[in-house]
């Protein structure tokens, strides 16, 4: 199966198992049915035995899951265990937000492998200044700032107009997946993805069923 | 056509529809096609023609859409036409940011319709104090703080392990839909809307595809 054909609800709800099944292997949970661990992910026993037969055979007919196991098994399959570096692209006031955020989750939560790595803003008097330890750059150092520190995925936090041109330079520089907070319509090749996160565009999409 | 019939990738593009239409507005456009109002949007021309079809008849064959009168129906279609109070529950980073972030959108952005009206958070340090001229109550005064500023929509942007206590007391006060962005899945009744927006979530999907 390649990963291109799993569909993103389906990945979804396994990052959600996998909160759930964290908290049962910090609770001493050592078994777990599908019909409880759909319970407190939000959706049905069937659901979850669905999603879970994409990737293997995980549960035991009578006994359950076994929670540790499973945790693994798709912390593995959802790439836990190989290193994520991000960059951050604006450090303005959401920017700093949601780098202090990754910076300290990435410190404390276990098989959390995503690690900032590095900032980028054009502000000259935030450049040379850190932020949780890690150095605010200027967006001209990208190509040796991303080959240095092998950047995964980019978060774009910059003003809407200038978000299109920096993710076209971080594209060029090898960055495959992004997280856009800018309230802009990005544009990339095939083989690339965008994820949207627009706070304002959420709202107004909530907001129409009230 | 009931509002919960309308799925909601119709109405998240129709959010998309109304930034492109709103810039082409600024742009002096008077008249937009179909295919030009996708390629912004990133979806086809067919898929506009039938997302705009559900909502009535706006364009003319071999003239395209009136850009300005197509921006002012899907305002109102979308509710943009009336008043959307919004509380923040948590005024930590991530809280503030998005609270500054959106009182500086509301004073800013022609016909958008969200007022952050309340700021919520325990810590006795905060409580009294003034975020972009909010002030910060304590939960305990939710109660007469959602009657009194009719807040609709409630930003979730407290600890994961106080998120769902929040969201109880918020439903018993009136509050019908939820942007979340704590780490937890949020149990509501029915006829409540939940959107989670959990960065750490996101990026996790991400990560597979990559």
């Known amino acids: 199966m390649t990963r291109d054909r799993v569909p993103v609800v389906v990945i979804s709800r396994m990052v959600v198992y996998l909160r759930v099944l964290r908290d049962a292997v910090t609770a001493g949970k050592e078994y777990i049915s599908s ?21 293997g055979e995980f549960g035991k007919q009578g006994v359950g899951y076994p929670v540790e196991t499973l945790a693994e098994e798709i912390a593995r399959i959802l790439g836990h265990d190989t290193d994520m570096p991000i960059a951050v692209f604006g450090v303005g006031e959401l920017g700093t937000a949601l780098s202090r955020y990754l910076i300290s989750r990435s410190k404390t939560l276990e098989g959390f492998s995503f690690t900032v790595k590095a900032l980028f803003d054009s502000d000259p008097a935030k450049i040379g200044t850190e932020l949780g330890g890690v150095v605010i750059s200027p967006v001209c150092s990208l190509p040796e700032v991303c080959a240095r520190e092998n950047i995964r995925i980019g978060i774009i936090a910059v003003p809407a107009a200038a978000a299109q041109e920096v993710v076209d330079l971080a ?22 993805r965008v994820v949207s996160s627009d706070v304002t565009m959420v709202l107004q999409e909530l907001a129409f069923y009230l």
């Open 35 to 55: 019909a409880e661990l759909g319970d407190m992910a939000g959706v049905n026993s069937a659901q979850v035995r669905k999603d879970l037969a994409m990737f």
């Open 171 to 192: 594209v060029v520089y090898g960055i495959k997946g992004f997280l856009n907070f800018a309230p802009a319509k990005l544009k990339v090749p095939p083989g690339v």
